[in-house]
């Protein structure tokens, strides 16, 4: 069964920082990863999504990574903005069926 | 575009009375479509998903049902709520095309008293 794990579970970094957001998997045979953001009280925004076949994906600020043999993803966030406070979430899709396993998210605040 | 519409937004509901949630998706054919519950301090768990009209597959036995009744709906349903019911709900699609990515819907906050 998959397992997704996602650390920290919550961070605090002032504006400006570039942050790394971690996600761990157990069964490397995914078809997809996809990060998430949610905002309180929101439903969850697509904000990467990486076939298992790409190592990265870029839009903005922010960057995703994968490494399936290690089962890791990294979301790295360049200069963050007190707009970025958020959790964020990561997703992966197994290579058979419709079924995503949700890791349990990363609440981050950037202070101003 | 696609866009996905979730409704009511916020809901408070007696104990053992109805709900019906409605998820609606516009732009697309014949998508995938997800239900899936957010409580308080626990993740995100899958409680139905539908690759068809009348096609409903349930992750978890509990006090829910869902329907699609037309190829861009889908509707979660209960005849008589409990307290446990209580969380935020949230209605997804993805295509059948080779990305698999998923979206979500705006969600519904469901407080069962």
């Known amino acids: 069964k998959q397992e997704v794990t996602q650390i920290p579970a919550a961070l605090s970094v002032p504006e400006g920082e570039n942050l790394v957001l971690n996600c761990s998997f157990t069964d490397s045979a995914i078809y997809n990863l996809q990060w998430f953001r949610q905002d309180p009280g929101k439903g969850l925004t697509s904000l990467l999504l990486?076939?298992?076949?790409?190592r990265e994906q870029t839009s903005g600020r922010l960057n995703a990574s994968l490494d399936k043999s290690s089962g890791r993803s990294t979301l790295y966030i360049a200069a963050s903005q007190p707009g970025d406070s958020a959790t964020y979430l990561c997703?992966?899709?197994?290579?058979?069926?419709?079924?995503?396993?949700f890791g349990g998210g990363t609440r981050l605040m950037v202070k101003p | 575009s696609q866009t996905i519409h979730q409704w009511p937004a916020t809901l408070v509901q007696p104990v053992g009375s109805p709900l019906s949630l409605e998820c609606t998706v516009e732009?697309?054919?014949?998508?995938?479509l997800y239900w899936y519950r957010q409580a308080a301090g626990r993740g995100l768990q899958l409680l139905f998903y539908?690759?068809?009209?009348?096609?409903i597959s349930s992750e978890v036995p509990q006090n829910l049902s869902a329907s699609r009744p037309q190829d861009r709906q889908f509707i979660l349903s209960s005849k008589k709520l409990l307290l446990s019911d209580s969380g935020f709900y949230l209605c997804?699609?993805?295509?059948?095309?080779?990305?698999?990515?998923?979206?979500f819907g705006e969600g519904s906050r469901l407080t069962v008293l």
């Open positions: 990486i076939q298992s076949s790409q």
């Open positions: 539908s690759v068809g009209i009348g096609q």
């Open positions: 997804a699609w993805s295509g059948t095309g080779l990305t698999g990515e998923l979206f």
């Open positions: 732009g697309t054919s014949n998508p995938n």
């Open positions: 997703a992966v899709r197994p290579r058979a069926g419709n079924m995503l396993t």
